[in-house]
């Protein structure tokens, strides 16, 4: 079996030479380069073949530009799961509001269970567009240190009103051309006089690309890209587990779950 999976060492090779080549790519062929590296990685290689594969990846990501590196995050550099193989909430389900949630959560969490959490967190959908602690999609901000960043009912306000704030790096744009078509998304990139836009924040290969020539107007949208309501289908426990997890910064060991 290990014999019938050997990686292409050619292929490998190019991978590896092409790694340092910052300019002249199109995004299509970036994009098929991270495919590639991918597709190296399920191979089988050795002990140390998927390290290799995975330098190769993370020095090549260096030589890519921000928006090179925005564009591609969620499809190729870090696939978020299919919606089809995420868990089920447990409920009940319940129309959760900011008031709710601080009044569950105030005071000090304890006796959670971090694995709990990390379900419910991929229950909720968070996973599909945010990272935490390494995995998830990465459409929406890294959420590993939100402890750092947000009190507790900002977290709360974040979770059940996204519309309320939203970060300008992760503000969606309505794009209105000459012709009169309005594309609402994210701007992930801008090059060689076309905009690309990401449409939705669930699914980053849905992308539309727009002359910049055609564009009208490009104004900032009121509405976050984040989905309200995703608290909904969490019963009591899970949305408690799931607060001690976003405030664990990924630490199992962290008092908040020791029983």
């Known amino acids: 079996e290990m014999l019938a999976n050997h990686p292409d060492l050619d292929k490998v090779h190019y991978a590896l030479v092409l790694r340092n080549m910052q300019y002249g790519w199109t995004l ?26 995975d330098n190769i990846r993370k020095e090549a990501l260096e030589n890519t530009s ?18 089809e193989d995420l868990p089920k909430p447990h409920g009940p389900k319940r129309d959760w509001t900011t008031a709710d949630l601080v009044q569950l959560t105030e005071g000090e969490l304890s006796g ?6 990390k379900r419910a967190y991929a229950a909720a959908r968070c996973v599909v567009c945010h990272r935490f602690a390494g995995d ?12 750092g960043r947000f009190s507790r009912r900002d977290l709360a ?28 998304g994210r701007i992930i990139s801008e090059q060689d006089g076309t905009l690309t836009v990401m449409t939705d ?21 009121k509405t976050s890209l984040m989905p309200k309501d995703l608290l909904d289908p969490l019963g009591e426990e899970e949305v408690l587990d799931l607060v001690a997890f976003l405030l664990s910064r990924g630490n199992p060991s962290d008092p908040m779950f020791a029983k």
């Open 66 to 83: 921000a928006a090179e590196r925005e564009a591609l995050a969620s499809s190729v550099v870090f696939k978020p799961p299919k919606p």
């Open 157 to 184: 306000e974040a979770l059940i009103e996204p519309d309320k704030v939203i970060s300008d790096q992760y503000r969606a744009s309505i794009v209105t051309t000459v012709q009169g078509k309005v594309i609402s």
């Open 28 to 53: 299509d062929e970036r994009r098929r380069y991270f495919e590639h590296l991918n597709a190296l990685r399920e191979k089988s290689g050795g002990a140390s073949y998927t390290g290799f594969i």
């Open 136 to 147: 998830g999609g990465a459409t929406g901000p890294d959420l590993t240190n939100a402890a």
């Open 112 to 117: 959670r269970n971090y694995e709990n959490g």
């Open 201 to 221: 924040p669930q699914d980053a290969s849905v992308l539309v690309e727009v002359d910049r020539q055609s564009v009208d107007e490009v104004i900032p949208s």
